[in-house]
C-alpha cells in the first residue's frame, strides 16, 4: 500500500508527532511512504499563516498556496501511484482535495471558525472522504454538516514515559506547565494562579517547558512580564518529555474551549504526575474527575490556583491520581493501540474506495 502523508507544519507539534507514530507504523507494515510538509514539497509559506481568525494577507495567500501545494501533490500521487492521501490538518486539506485520489482527513483540533468549518465540509463532501478526529469534541462540528462517508473517533496513543513512584512529602513541590507556548494554552492563567500559591506556600516552585512554535514571541513575552518575582523558571523546549513531566510535581494544563485533547495529559499519566486541568473541549470526555486527574471548577485563573492548594494540601491524593493516572494509561492512551486502530482503519479505507469510482471522475461525467 503506497500513502501519501501531507502535513501544514514541519515543526514537532501534538499532530505532527502523532503523524510520525503512524508513519513509523505504516512503514513497519511494509507499506511505502512519502511525506510532504513545507519544508518538503509544500509552499514554505502555508506554515506562516497565523493560528486561529486569519489576516488579510493570510486569506489572500491561501489560494494560491492550495493551487501550488495540489500541483505538487498530484505530481506525487502519479509519480509514485498513492492509493491514499491522508491530510494530518485542515491548511493541506483543499490541496489534497484538489490533487486527486483517494482522501483520509485526520482532525487533530477544533474547527473553530465558520469559513474553517465551510471549506473542510466542501473539501470532505466532494472527495467522499473519511474523517479521523481525536475526540468526540472535534467530531462534533464534521457531523452536524454531514460531509463525512465516515468519521471516526480514535483517540491518541503515547509512549511510555515511565512511571516515576513519588512520595511527593516534600514541602518544596514544583508546579509546571509544558507545551507549546500560545494563548490557547493559558499560560497567562499559569502565571496568574502561581502568584496566589506563591504567598500561601512561598516553597512552591513553578516552570515552564515550551516554546512559542507556529507563532511569534509576543505572548511568550506577556508571559515573562507577568511571572517578575515569581520563583519561576523557563526552560525551553524539552525533549524527551518525561525529563520534564518527573521534574515537576503537579502539571497545569489550562487550556482554552477549543482544546481538542492535549498531548501532555496522557502523557503525564504514563509518567505518574498529577493533572490540573480545565474542563475544556474534549478534556471531560477523555479524563474521569478526581480519580485521574482534578477538573477546576472554572477556567480562570483563581479557580486553578484552589485546584492546586487543594493539592498542596493533600499529598495523599497526589499519590492517589499519580497511580490511577498510570493504570488509566495503560489501559486507554498505549501508543501500540493508537498505531494498531489508524492503520488498521487506513487499510479498510484504501480497501473498500478501491471499489468506489473517483468523485472527480463522477462529476466530470455528469458535466460531460
Same mark, same amino acid.
Given at each position: ?19 510520525? !507514530? ?5 512503514? @513497519? ?6 511525506l ?6 509544500l ?19 491561501? &489560494? ?47 474547527? @473553530?471558525t ?22 468526540? %469534541?472535534?467530531? @462534533? ?7 463525512a ?9 503515547i509512549?511510555?514515559?515511565? %512511571?516515576?513512584? =513519588? ?9 509546571g506547565?509544558? &507545551?507549546?507556548?500560545?494563548p ?11 502568584? +496566589? ?9 513553578f ?8 507563532? @511569534? ?16 523558571? %523557563? ?17 497545569a ?15 503525564a499519566?504514563?509518567? +505518574? ?21 482534578l477538573?477546576?471548577a ?41 498505531? =494498531? !486502530? ?27
Amino acid at each position: 500500500m503506497r500513502v501519501l502523508f501531507a502535513d501544514q507544519y514541519a515543526q514537532p507539534g501534538g499532530a505532527q508527532l502523532c503523524l510520525r !507514530e503512524v508513519m513509523e507504523e505504516a512503514r @513497519g507494515r511494509g507499506w511505502e511512504t512519502h511525506l510532504m510538509t513545507p519544508a518538503s514539497g509544500l509552499p514554505e509559506s502555508m506554515a506562516a499563516y497565523g493560528n486561529g481568525s486569519k489576516s488579510v494577507r493570510d486569506l489572500l495567500a491561501f &489560494g494560491p498556496d492550495t493551487i501550488r501545494a495540489a500541483l505538487a501533490m498530484r505530481r506525487v500521487i502519479r509519480r509514485h501511484q498513492i492509493d491514499l492521501v491522508y491530510a494530518n490538518g485542515p491548511r493541506v486539506l483543499p490541496a489534497a482535495a484538489l490533487a486527486g485520489g483517494p482522501l483520509l482527513f485526520h482532525a487533530h483540533s477544533y474547527l @473553530g471558525t465558520a469559513y474553517a468549518r465551510a471549506i473542510a465540509g466542501r473539501c470532505i463532501r466532494a472527495r467522499r472522504a473519511t474523517v479521523f478526529a481525536a475526540s468526540n %469534541f472535534v467530531a @462534533g462540528p464534521l457531523r452536524k454538516m454531514r460531509c463525512a462517508a465516515e468519521i471516526r473517533v480514535i483517540y491518541n496513543g503515547i509512549a511510555d514515559q515511565t %512511571f516515576f513512584a =513519588r512520595s511527593f512529602a516534600s514541602p518544596a513541590l514544583t508546579i509546571g506547565i509544558v &507545551g507549546r507556548i500560545a494563548p490557547e494554552k493559558g499560560h497567562l492563567d499559569f502565571v496568574r494562579a502561581a502568584h +496566589g500559591i506563591a504567598a500561601a506556600y512561598p516553597a512552591t516552585r513553578f516552570v515552564v517547558y515550551g516554546a512559542p512554535l507556529f507563532s @511569534g514571541d509576543r505572548y511568550e513575552c506577556e508571559v515573562r512580564r507577568a511571572a517578575f518575582g515569581l520563583n519561576l523558571e %523557563f526552560k525551553g523546549w524539552t525533549e524527551p518529555i518525561a525529563e520534564a513531566l518527573h521534574s515537576i510535581d503537579i502539571l497545569a494544563v489550562p487550556s482554552a474551549s477549543i482544546e481538542s485533547l492535549p498531548r501532555v495529559i496522557p502523557e503525564a499519566l504514563s509518567a +505518574g504526575t498529577p493533572v490540573v486541568a480545565y474542563a475544556s473541549g474534549g478534556i471531560p470526555e477523555l479524563m474521569r474527575p478526581r480519580q485521574t486527574c482534578l477538573l477546576t471548577a472554572a477556567p480562570d485563573s483563581e479557580a486553578l490556583a484552589s485546584a492546586f492548594r487543594e493539592l498542596l494540601r493533600d499529598r495523599q491524593k497526589m499519590r492517589w491520581l499519580a497511580v490511577n493516572g498510570r493504570l488509566e494509561w495503560e489501559r486507554r492512551f498505549r501508543l501500540e493501540r493508537f498505531q =494498531r !486502530e489508524v492503520c488498521d482503519a487506513l487499510q479498510q479505507v484504501v480497501e473498500r474506495s478501491a471499489d468506489l469510482p473517483d468523485p472527480a471522475h463522477a462529476v466530470a461525467g455528469e458535466r460531460a
